[in-house]
């Protein structure tokens, strides 16, 4: 099956730091990769929409100067968060498409700690 | 715009049982419907998916859901529920068939009793 991987699996930051997260396609080639957010108990929020060789789509109230994507290749997609601050705190999750639109694999996620 | 709705915050079922997590959604076409589980710490991974045809869908781990259109809901069942099934299940719609677009309902927390 299609497996999607995330590095790293936790970080802890200090205040004014930068954060990159990877998200990585193992056996497939994904043009399409996503990034959501999740807070404690509660959904998913897409951020935003990682293309292949273009700019990334964010959704409305999401920071493109604070959450900087970047899709270099078909199979990696990276998210920093630029000087990150205690209320980036949160989960961060990544998906890819495969073998069409109709479908997404999920990454393990990230747990941001930001102190 | 879409949205999708679970109206159980938290469902406890004892091992064994049978369950049913509910979800209804809104949506002015033709929904595409998911539903995940994800474990604490995980992501998510996809149960099942309904996009056309039969409305009964049958997924891994002995899920199934059933859409109704008329009601506007995609509730999850399974006839025996087992302790490892404990975890956080959400329901998604998808526009225009793009899965990664989804927007996610709030999640029902399941508890399994022994």
């Known amino acids: 099956g299609a497996v999607v991987s995330q590095h790293p699996s936790r970080v802890i930051c200090k205040s004014g730091t930068s954060v990159k997260i990877e998200c990585r396609s193992l056996d497939f080639q994904a043009t399409t990769m996503f990034w959501y957010r999740q807070f404690p108990k509660q959904s998913l929020m897409l951020m935003a929409t990682?293309?292949?060789?273009?700019?990334?789509?964010?959704e409305q109230g999401v920071e493109k100067d604070k959450f900087l994507i970047n899709h270099a290749s078909l199979t990696l997609s990276t998210l920093t968060v630029t000087s990150a601050h205690p209320e980036d705190s949160s989960f961060y999750i990544c998906s890819a498409h495969h073998r069409g639109p109709e479908t997404q694999y999920f990454g393990p996620g990230t747990r941001l700690l930001v102190l | 715009a879409q949205s999708v709705t679970q109206p159980d915050i938290h469902i406890t079922v004892s091992e064994g049982a049978s369950l049913e997590l509910r979800c209804n959604y809104s949506?002015?076409?033709?929904?595409?419907l998911f539903w995940y589980v994800q474990s604490p710490g995980q992501g998510l991974q996809l149960l099942l998916k309904?996009?056309?045809?039969?409305?009964l869908v049958q997924g891994i781990k002995g899920f199934e859901a059933e859409f109704k259109r008329s009601q506007s809901s995609f509730n999850l069942r399974k006839p025996s529920v087992h302790w490892s099934d404990a975890a956080e299940y959400f329901c998604?719609?998808?526009?225009?068939?793009?899965?990664?677009?989804?927007?996610f309902g709030d999640g029902t927390t399941l508890t399994v009793k022994p």
């Open positions: 998604a719609v998808g526009a225009n068939g793009n899965a990664g677009k989804s927007t």
């Open positions: 949506y002015g076409a033709t929904p595409y």
């Open positions: 990682s293309n292949e060789g273009s700019k990334a789509t964010y």
């Open positions: 309904y996009f056309s045809g039969d409305t």
